[in-house]
């Protein structure tokens, strides 16, 4: 059985105390934190930047004392110099939209250069043909199960034949690849998401729309846990 890796995504947490917020998801028993970066120009939102990171980075903290690694999500264009304010700014992982970029080969080589592991996120239309090129180079593989840019909304169902042509290239590739899912995940869908393929799931607005963050995360194990 894959190791399951959940990811609170803040966009749905509240703002008004997002230290205390990322506090509590920490504790509850999380693996990731999940952090969209929106520009309001690759998508009509705007959300926070390194800064933001840099200043919630102290606060990611694992019941056993170890950092919660920071899963930025680039919903930017141009990708190169938001980046590396990241990587500066504490993230573990960087993922960004390679049609967001000039030269996705070249954004995959800067990211991890800089020591951050890569990631490529595709949007509910983009194909995943750059994989041809690029899946020796990454280590995480983000489906959109949603169009990017708002948490809250419903999961696009053909994301499952994606994840499943996702996980068949991981697969053929034989190497450590992260395959995380996006959007619209609850305890609900989970399962049927992780039997398409997945092994990471982001969940914003059904973590931070509970009152008991633990419990849900709780629930979306369990289900992930059934035979
Ligand atoms: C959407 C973001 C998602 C979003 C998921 O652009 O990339 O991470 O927060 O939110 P939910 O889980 O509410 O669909
Ligand atoms: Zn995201």
Not at 17 to 39: I, K, T
Not at 43 to 52: E, H, I, K, R, S
Not at 208 to 225: C, K, S, T, W
Request: aromatic share 6%.
């Amino acid at each position: 059985m894959p190791q399951f890796r959940i990811a609170p995504s803040i966009l749905s947490a509240d703002f008004a105390c997002l230290g205390e917020e990322v506090r509590r998801v920490a504790q509850a028993g999380a693996d990731w934190l999940h952090f969209d970066v929106m520009d309001n120009h690759y998508v009509p939102n705007l959300t926070f930047g390194a800064m933001v990171c840099r200043a919630l980075a102290p606060h990611a903290v694992l019941p056993d004392g170890a950092p919660m690694p920071i899963d930025v999500h680039l919903m930017v264009q141009p990708v190169d110099v938001l980046a590396q304010a990241f990587a500066q700014a504490g993230a573990a992982l960087i993922s960004f939209h390679p049609e967001a970029s000039a030269h996705p080969h070249r954004s995959v080589q800067a990211i991890r250069a800089a020591g951050c592991k890569a990631g490529l996120a595709f949007n509910p239309a983009t194909p995943l043909d750059v994989l041809d090129w690029l899946i020796d180079e990454i280590d995480l593989i983000l489906i959109m199960s949603v169009n990017p840019g708002f948490g809250g909304q419903a999961f696009i169902d053909s994301a499952l034949r994606k994840i499943e042509q996702a996980r068949r290239r991981i697969d053929a590739s034989g190497r450590d690849i992260r395959l995380e899912v996006d959007g619209g995940i609850k305890a609900a869908n989970i399962r049927r998401v992780a039997d398409a393929g997945a092994d990471t799931f982001v969940a914003g607005s059904a973590i931070f729309g509970q009152p008991d963050y633990a419990n849900v995360i709780a629930d979306m194990r369990a289900e992930l846990e059934k035979k």
